[in-house]
Every structure is written in C-alpha cells, then in structure tokens.
C-alpha cells in the first residue's frame, strides 16, 4: 500500500521541541525527495521544508535555522527537527511526494 504516515506531533511551549517523523511506504521512496507542509487554523497549506533527490534542504523565511529536515534512506523515513518553536508554528503538519499525501499530525506551541 503506498502511504504516508507522520507522527510525533503534540504539545508544547514556545521554546521547546519536536521532532516529527514520516514513514513512506509501497513505491514511494524518500531518496527521491520529500516536503514538509502545514497548514494553520484558517490559512492555507504551505510550504516548510524539502529535500531534494542528492540530499539539499531548503526552507521557509519562517523556520530557516530552526528546523531541520532529514531522512533515513534504510527506513524510508523523513524528519523535521524543530527547535525554539513559537506559538505561529501551531499547524497541521504534513509530508507530501507528489500527489501524496500523509494524514497529518497537529503540532500546537502554547505561549
């Protein structure tokens, strides 16, 4: 079955840290490149992180040197590392390739 599960979202006070974890299964393999998205209470989906096929990262104005997107190619698995959160991180947090897309998990930083 080709999926996308993420996991590791929660509570936590500004300041703190997640990591968020995403596991890609069928034929839907991380080397060749993954996204984070989220999507906030009443706004739009958009963009966090990628990762390109050779391994580059890129990311928003907003997370830029406080989140961390990585992968494990022997667990077909993507991670986003995200420290010093603030409350505007508070979103949906999804993976995505393509047209796919996971089910999300709710990242919630109280102030």
């Known amino acids: 079955q080709v999926q996308l599960v993420e996991s590791g979202g929660g509570l936590v006070q500004a300041g703190g840290s997640l990591r968020l974890s995403c596991a890609a299964s069928g034929s839907i393999l991380v080397i060749n490149g993954m996204g984070w998205y989220r999507q906030a209470p009443g706004k739009g989906r958009e963009l966090v992180a990628i990762i390109s096929s050779i391994g580059r990262t890129s990311y928003a104005d907003s997370v830029r040197g406080r989140f961390t997107m990585s992968r494990d190619n022997a667990k077909n698995t993507v991670y986003l590392q995200m420290n010093s959160l603030k409350p505007e991180d508070t979103a949906v947090y999804y993976c995505?390739?393509?047209?796919?897309w996971g089910q999300g998990t709710q990242v919630t930083v109280s102030s």
């Open positions: 995505n390739r393509g047209a796919l």
